[in-house]
């Protein structure tokens, strides 16, 4: 189970849940964590399915709710807003045609803002799963939305 | 203009590479630290004048000499969670030079005697967190971590810790609570963490940055330190530049450079030839000044006029096209959301402040709103718990000093707006 060989590569100590929250939620297709994983994951730290659960909904980057397969975070903070002459949030929205917070039918994205990810000097930009891709022109953006699209057919 | 000390390695050196590291000075001073006793390492700090460089600006050699006196087992914390829109310095240092923040935190631990270290990343910084994982171990595999550090008494580990999109996990006790598995929220002060910090054992928190500061002290002596910069703060500072200029980017000048310099020197000035409306320095917690005022040095002394300080040294520039409601009422939407929902004034404070900030934006405020506005900042400003709710009015603030006539027209406007109306 994935759950369990994440588990076993950390100590039986509370203050891991974080680490081992990031890390069973990035293995997932559906980017959340279910009510049985939170079970799992109290039970090997010894503590309560309450205690991973006020851990859980405090964090931003932890979810309780299926999402899509690729999370895309659109920068909404000043700096990357100043840069952005063709509203990068409508671009992508249209794209997908999803509002944000929201995920498309085939399940291929979730579209999300995000505070500000430190990457100002390039605004303005996005952050897809793990990769920032900066300095982003409307037509940069609907380009790279493409090839993940794309990956998927 | 430009001084380069903490940004030398910049680009030259391959930051997967620790030999890269090691043939251009690299843990050398460390060699050289090891062999000094903690108290000369002490005095040495304490002759650079050096203060933090995360946004408090407390002076680094106090911190360390309260902690010392401790006896128990110590833990020393590398601040890296960096989430103040505009900052982007913490970043550069760990995907450009690893190794001399991990040589950093291996000197202050041996000062004040800690056994274990984290650096606490925010976990937006995945390539940040992978190269500072590579480093660690690297430094372990070289014996520059781990059991008796170059054949000395002295063992000592670090262990990366994420952090997971909580811009409050940044202030010093929300931080350790997210180290110990928990939400991010604050806890009362005193006792502070140099008493009570991780698992209640002492703790050293510092900035990224003032720790990559460290190995350059011992370098050049204590004395030769704190001659660079100003009369007020000594050495260099990395600025995070942003916004409207033609070069945004990552420059390391000494204190006491003016904002001016800057952005035109620097950063090639506004883009497109357009005019400059504002600037907001730190962050979204720092004040937002007119063009009028960038002759102003970069150091903190200078900012206590509006009660806020430089913070960790950004510059946002925004030319004359941006409405300042539409701008002050981004930052407040962000402090909404990363008020960690402890104390009242902040949590419900915020949602009150951005409703009232709505109103200018959509030219429908009165001069009663002025008056809420002005009342309800000063309540979160005075009666917050922790720095997020002291700081994060700033802009509210300086800018009913600064751009007074801003407001006053938009009054004026939606008077006019709502006669037409009718
Ligand atoms: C809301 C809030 C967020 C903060 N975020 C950071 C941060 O991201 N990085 C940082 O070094 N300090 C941050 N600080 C300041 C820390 O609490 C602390 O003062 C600092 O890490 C001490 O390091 P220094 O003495 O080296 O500056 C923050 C403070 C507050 C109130
Ligand atoms: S001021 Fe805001 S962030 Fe700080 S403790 Fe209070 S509610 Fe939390
Ligand atoms: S504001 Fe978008 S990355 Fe900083």
């Not at chain 2, 006491?256 to 357009?274: A, N, P, S, W, Y």
Request: with cysteine.
């Amino acid at each position: 189970m994935l759950v369990d060989s994440i588990l076993n590569h950390y100590p039986k100590e509370k203050d891991y849940v974080i680490e081992i929250l990031l890390d069973v939620q990035k293995e997932k297709e559906d980017n959340f964590i279910s009510q049985e994983e939170v079970k799992k994951i109290a039970y090997y730290l010894d503590t309560t399915e309450s205690h991973v659960c006020s851990v859980l909904s405090f964090y931003t980057l932890l979810s309780t709710k299926p999402r899509g397969k690729n999370i895309i975070q659109v920068c909404k903070d000043v700096p990357c807003y100043v840069r952005d002459d063709f509203n990068l949030l409508k671009t992508v929205k249209d794209f997908l045609g999803v509002n944000f917070n929201e995920t498309t039918t085939d399940r291929i994205f979730t579209l999300e803002t995000t505070a500000c990810i430190g990457c100002c000097d390039e605004a303005p930009v996005m952050r897809i799963n793990d990769r920032v891709y900066k300095n982003l022109t409307k037509d940069k953006a609907i380009k790279i939305l493409k090839e993940y699209r794309g990956n998927d057919y | 203009m430009e001084q380069i000390l903490l940004s030398k390695r910049f680009n030259k050196i391959d930051p997967y590479s620790i030999k890269d590291y090691l043939k251009s000075n690299g843990y050398q001073i460390l060699r050289e630290a090891l062999k000094m006793k903690p108290k000369e390492i002490l005095d040495e700090i304490k002759l650079s004048k050096i203060v933090g460089r995360g946004g408090a600006g407390f002076p680094t050699a106090i911190k360390m000499a309260g902690i010392k006196n401790e006896t128990d087992k110590k833990y020393i914390v590398c601040n890296a969670d960096e989430g103040e829109p505009g900052n982007f310095k913490d970043r550069h240092l760990m995907e450009k030079d690893p190794h001399s923040i991990i040589e950093g935190m291996i000197i202050s631990a041996y000062t004040i005697g800690a056994y274990h270290g984290y650096i606490y990343i925010r976990g937006e910084y995945d390539t940040a967190i992978d190269i500072m994982k590579n480093a660690i171990e690297e430094a372990r595999n070289n014996n520059f971590l781990g059991k008796n550090i170059l054949q000395s008494e002295f063992s000592f580990n670090i262990e990366v810790r994420r952090g997971a999109g909580a811009y409050i996990c940044g202030e010093e006790f929300a931080l350790i609570e997210s180290i110990e598995g928990k939400p991010g929220r604050t806890r009362v002060k005193p006792p502070y963490p140099s008493q009570a910090g991780i698992f209640n054992y002492p703790t050293l928190i510092n900035n990224v940055e003032t720790f990559c500061n460290l190995p350059i002290i011992l370098d050049m002596g204590g004395k030769a330190y704190a001659e660079l910069g100003s009369d007020y703060i000594s050495g260099t500072k990395l600025i995070s530049l942003s916004g409207n200029v033609k070069k945004p980017g990552l420059y390391e000048v000494p204190y006491g450079t003016t904002i001016k310099q800057v952005i035109e020197e620097l950063g090639g000035g506004v883009d497109q030839g357009r005019n400059l409306k504002m600037i907001q320095l730190g962050g979204a917690c720092g004040p937002i000044i007119p063009r009028n005022l960038i002759d102003m040095d970069i150091d903190n002394e200078r900012f206590e006029i509006f009660d806020s300080k430089m913070g960790a040294g950004a510059i946002i520039v925004m030319d004359d096209r941006f409405d300042l409601f539409d701008i002050i009422h981004r930052n407040m939407k962000f402090f909404e959301h990363e008020s960690c929902g402890k104390c009242m004034p902040c949590r419900e404070g915020h949602r009150q402040v951005v409703t009232l900030i709505e109103k200018f934006v959509h030219y429908n405020a009165t001069e009663d709103d002025l008056h809420s506005l002005k009342s309800l900042v000063d309540v979160i400003h005075e009666t917050t718990l922790c720095g997020l709710g002291q700081t994060s009015i700033a802009s509210i603030l300086s800018t009913m000093t600064f751009f007074n006539e801003d407001y006053q027209r938009r009054i004026e406007d939606s008077k006019r707006k709502s006669e037409t109306l009718w």
